[in-house]
């Protein structure tokens, strides 16, 4: 069993000429990432692998997050791009079962159909907003996990897990 943390990418820019793919994280998505890492470090719930998505905002989350958590960087895993389904998300992190607490940082809708999935929930009904961090306790392959916490940016840094 491993516990998943999801940290969605703080707030970026607008989208530009350049596209989805090259926005960067403004200060406010910058000061969300360095938020959630102080919150999971002063809970005693760092992760032990960091991966992300290789868009620019979401890798840029992910190095915010490991600077202020003074943890190694992050570890850029393709299938965490923008669309990922659940299925795939359980299939890849089976690879990192040897980790007790892994963050993956990405992208909604993909984030909140992975919960909704893993949950068994139908309808929808979560949504995690930018700079959210929420975690789920899991073993992959295997579908069904249990929510832990999932924490909304505004409160990120203001509560303890």
């Known amino acids: 069993m491993i516990e998943l943390v ?16 090259s926005r960067n994280l403004v200060e406010k998505g910058r000061e969300q990432a360095r938020r959630a ?9 760092l992760p032990d692998i960091v991966l992300t998505s290789p868009l620019i905002r979401a890798r840029q989350t992910a190095d915010e997050f490991c600077l202020a958590a003074e943890i190694p960087g992050a570890v850029i895993q393709g299938w965490l791009a923008s669309g990922m389904s659940p299925q795939t998300a359980m299939t890849e992190l089976s690879a990192f079962r040897d980790f007790k607490r892994i963050a993956i940082v990405g992208h909604e809708p ?20 930018k700079g959210a961090i929420a975690c789920l306790r899991i073993t992959p392959p295997q579908r069904f996990g249990s929510l832990v916490y999932l924490v909304p940016p505004k409160l990120a840094g203001e509560v303890e897990l």
């Open 6 to 21: 999801l940290l969605r990418h703080g707030k970026a820019e607008n989208f530009n000429v350049e596209g989805d793919f």
């Open 37 to 45: 890492a102080r919150n999971l470090k002063g809970a005693g719930l």
């Open 110 to 129: 993909d984030f909140s159909l992975l919960v909704e999935w893993i949950l068994g929930v139908t309808g929808g009904g979560v949504e995690l907003k």
